[in-house]
């Protein structure tokens, strides 16, 4: 099995142009960042099409004004905002896709965010159309964006209290292994069966279900 | 004559009733309006103090000012959704859009669903693209793999998702003059629709939700059915397109109500993240089959059409040029199809090693991305998937203030927007 899929990688090689011809034009990209952000060598990473790289999430917004503005980098679209959950006891991190017409890579900016205290500075300040982008993480992820003039849900209704997409946020099918969160009538944490959670799988959740009840 | 009998308010005796019912049942009271809101008696308010700096903006009106709700059920808003629009008279002065009556959780779906059923999810998100929807998953799970999808496959693709673009936009001619109340292009942009999703339902079994791309290639190769149905389509479809031309192009009241009206400058459509169609309608340049090039667009001959106006007339025109544009490129397809097999070797169930990958397709809406997290297991890690119209659907509070509350759905249908892939 494992031979067999080594040898269809092997082909695969042969018929990508991308990756032959992107490193070699991603470099230029590469040494302008490392010029720029020279403490940030050991966080930069490159694929066929893409360069990415880590920061803090406070650094975020220094960081995209000068991708947007500096005329070298020229990042002046905002391809996508994401936010992706590494697990309960791990972090968040919010994810932006960078496009510019003077690069042919992909820019991939990694924005770490604790996840016990997951605040990070909104980027409506550098793209208005940040803003949806910013209010679907803070809905699904729990993400707060500080400076964000609407930050609200945008999918789920206002009185929603989960986050349904964190990794600990299970689906009904699992309704069992659930937290209890999201899965009980109407969201109302005096509903929440408190003897299934513990402090480890949701952290919070008991002392919140207890002040509201 | 004066009486001292003070006639109840019917909604204080419906206040009161409650009141008395919840003491019984031992609920607490009801929430009224409080807060910002204390005083106003307009229906439409929230239930609730306003979350937010914008929300208070939006929802506290001043002397001659009313909300009135577009949606969740208007032939106008393309799918469920709501919108608030701020109306002093005819004229809008604010709109708040409010998302998630289709919301399914798709990307969540997608998380707890292995790499290949994946496709049978994102199909119904944006469902005048399903293939779209496919393609750019499809090419991130290859990266993540490391295979490559034979060439008759990729040609294949290309083939289907220009098709998928050519009735999209064909049907978004048709929607525009609805909204603003003519009916006879929508059925012509059905005639051809219809004759497309045949075509498509002869190559992948199914009308709308095609369930066809796969990892490392396609589910069908194309058939006898399929060329023949894509011939007599060929032959008569810019007869069919040019029809919705001569009643709307050159239409006088189409044209008044069209040019200047919702004009989006390129500056601001790059600031809101519109794009596509949309985007190069404001003179932007940016086509990811062109700045990103994927598949086979490399070896196609294809130049990027831009409009300068930006408004609904411009997005209208733009969307004609793309659609000819679009069926060029399938003559080049089709032309230079090669043989082969449609399928690279790859077992059901894939592992890919740990990584992450991104995606970007053009799709009618504009760019259609996916970011793809694996962790070596059998399903997505994370899968996010960020939709054009979801995005462009902001630029509509940005326009509206000052035009009217029928120009709404004018400016609403040049955007194009489908919820289904707004909500996801």
């Known amino acids: 099995m494992a031979d067999l899929r080594r040898s269809w990688r092997a082909a ?60 070298a980098l020229n990042f002046f679209y905002l391809a996508d905002a994401a936010a992706v959950d590494y697990g309960p006891t791990e972090r968040f991190e919010v994810v932006y896709h960078l496009y510019s017409d003077r690069h042919p890579a992909w820019l991939r900016v990694r924005a770490r965010v604790s996840r016990a205290d997951p605040h990070i500075p909104t980027i409506t300040g550098l793209w208005e159309g940040a803003m949806f982008h910013e209010r679907e993480m803070y809905d699904m992820m729990g993400i707060f964006f500080d400076g964000n003039r609407d930050l609200r849900r945008i999918y789920m209704s206002p009185d929603y209290r989960s986050f349904p997409q964190r990794r600990d946020f299970l689906l009904p099918d699992d309704a069992a292994d659930s937290p209890a969160a999201g899965v009980r009538p109407l969201e109302r944490p005096e509903t929440w069966d408190l003897s299934r959670l513990s402090e480890e799988v949701a952290p919070g959740v008991i002392a919140h279900a207890e002040s509201e009840s | ?41 307009s229906v439409g308010l929230p239930d609730r103090p306003p979350q937010t700096e914008r929300e208070r903006q939006v929802y506290t009106l001043e002397e001659g000012e009313m909300l009135v709700n577009m949606g969740p059920q208007h032939p106008s808003t393309h799918g469920v959704m709501r919108l608030v629009l701020k ?46 929807n496919e393609h750019a ?7 993540l793999y490391g295979v490559q999808a034979p060439k008759r496959a990729e040609y294949i693709r290309a083939l289907v998702v220009e098709l998928n673009r050519v009735f999209s936009h064909g049907l978004m001619m048709g929607f525009l003059s609805l909204d603003m109340g003519g009916l006879t292009p929508i059925l012509y942009g059905f005639i051809n629709r219809d004759e497309v999703v045949d075509m498509l339902s002869a190559i992948s079994g199914q009308r709308m939700l095609f369930n066809f791309f796969r990892v490392g290639g396609v589910n069908f190769d194309a058939n006898d059915e399929f060329f023949s149905r894509l011939g007599t389509w060929r032959s008569g479809v810019l007869k069919t397109i040019d029809m919705n031309e001569r009643i709307l192009t050159d239409n006088e009241i189409f044209r008044g109500r069209t040019i200047g009206m919702g004009v989006l400058s390129g500056k601001d459509a790059i ?50 040029a793309e659609l000819k544009q679009s069926i060029h490129l399938i003559d080049q397809i089709v032309d230079r199809m090669p043989h082969g097999p449609v399928q690279a070797q790859v077992p059901g169930i894939i592992r890919p090693k740990p990584g992450r990958a991104y995606a970007a397709v053009e799709s009618p809406r504009g760019l259609y991305s996916v ?54």
Not at chain 1, 36 to 41: G, I, K, Q, S, V
Not at chain 1, 47 to 71: M, W
Not at chain 2, 137 to 143: D, H, L, R, Y
Not at chain 2, 275 to 280: F, T
């Open chain 2, 1 to 41: 004559m004066t009486s001292d009998v003070k006639i109840p308010d019917p909604l204080d005796l419906e206040r009161e009733e409650e009141a008395r019912l919840r003491t019984v049942a031992g609920l607490p009271p009801a929430r009224g309006p409080v807060g910002d809101y204390a005083g106003f008696e």
């Open chain 2, 371 to 424: 970011y793809a997290i694996s962790d070596g297991g059998p399903n997505p890690y994370r899968f996010r998937m960020r939709d054009p119209s979801f995005i462009s659907l902001q630029a509509i509070p940005k326009l509206m203030p000052g035009h009217l509350i029928a120009d709404t759905m004018a400016v609403m249908a040049s955007f194009d927007p489908v919820m289904g892939g707004v909500d996801k």
């Open chain 1, 12 to 71: 695969a090689g042969l018929g990508r142009r991308r990756a032959l011809s992107a490193p070699a034009k991603a470099g230029a990209l590469v040494r302008l960042l490392l010029d720029r952000f020279p403490e940030l060598a050991a966080d930069l990473w490159t694929d066929e099409d893409t360069v990415e790289v880590q920061i803090d999430g406070a650094r975020n917004v220094e960081l995209l004004t000068v991708l947007r503005d500096e005329p």
């Open chain 2, 137 to 143: 998953p499809a090419i991130a799970f290859e990266k």
């Open chain 2, 271 to 320: 600031s809101l993240g519109v794009s596509g169609p949309n985007l190069r309608a404001s003179g932007v340049a940016f086509d990811v089959r062109k700045a990103h090039p994927y598949s086979i667009y490399p070896e196609l001959e294809f130049e990027v059409i831009t409009q300068s106006g930006g408004d609904v007339y411009s997005r209208y025109i733009q969307r004609i």
């Open chain 2, 87 to 132: 109306v002093r008279g005819e004229v809008v002065i604010d709109i708040d859009p409010v998302l998630g009556y289709l919301h399914r959780g798709i990307e969540k779906l997608c998380e707890n669903a292995t790499y290949t059923t994946v496709m049978t999810y994102v199909d119904p998100m944006d469902y005048l693209s399903s293939m779209h």
